[in-house]
């Protein structure tokens, strides 16, 4: 697959097609729990896959027959492994600082709703492709962050992703960012933050309120 632009519309145009498949080595249902505690992120990439390849099957009837129900299962899958809050930070930036409380409550809500929804309708309509978490290359075993990388074949050829995973306080390994294709989608999700908060005069609320909108 040929290396796409950012736009405005990444959100929707990219989860839909590929970067849907980030949560397919992230989501943990609870007997993969202790597997994200172990000193192979490698594993639980592995396992997660597996795990979600089995919940997605036949989504996009549940997606048609009952949205709310089917967006918290995914959520309740993708909440376990992704850090919603850390990526939500890391897309204000610097407006992070410049919020409230509420503020910065509202925006990691509505961040993580509108990922959930975008990656939950992808998924339901992507579940025959073939995915190849490549083996580790390195001692990782007293690793703190580490990138572990997976080739996803389609009928439009094949995508590269690599996913940012650091191990927090509790030894779990979690989601922190995503490059597909050499593109860095945490970097383009904070340069549309900064340029929605310059076309809104540096109105938090605005921007949050925008973004809850594209989210639906």
């Known amino acids: 697959m040929k290396k796409q632009s950012v736009s405005a519309n990444l959100r929707v145009v990219w989860f839909l097609r590929v970067v849907l498949l980030l949560v397919m080595g992230l989501w ?3 007997a993969l729990a202790e597997a994200a505690k172990n ?15 089995e919940v997605i099957k036949g989504g996009e009837k549940a997606l048609k027959e009952n949205s709310d129900e089917y967006f918290s299962r995914v959520r309740k899958t993708l909440e376990p492994h992704v850090s919603f809050a850390f990526i939500a930070k890391s897309v204000m930036a610097g407006y992070w600082d ?3 409380p509420e503020q910065r ?15 939950g309708k992808g998924l339901a309509n992507y579940s025959d492709l073939k995915i190849t978490t490549l083996p580790v290359k390195e001692d990782i075993s007293n690793a703190k ?18 996913y940012s995973m650091a191990k927090n306080g509790s030894g779990e390994w979690k989601l922190i ?8 989608l945490g970097k383009s999700f904070r340069d549309q933050f900064a340029q929605a908060m310059k076309q809104n005069d540096n109105n938090i609320d605005k921007v949050i309120n925008t973004w809850s909108q594209k989210a639906v």
């Open 105 to 119: 409550d509202q925006f990691t809500e509505t961040f993580t709703r509108g990922m959930v929804e975008t990656l």
């Open 98 to 100: 410049k919020a409230t």
């Open 177 to 184: 960012n995503v490059v597909l294709n050499g593109v860095n």
């Open 28 to 30: 943990g249902a609870t």
């Open 145 to 162: 962050r580490v990138d572990v990388i997976q080739e996803v074949a389609a009928a439009d050829g094949t995508s590269r992703i690599s």
């Open 39 to 53: 000193d192979d992120p490698h594993k639980v990439v592995q396992d997660v896959t597996s795990a979600v390849m």
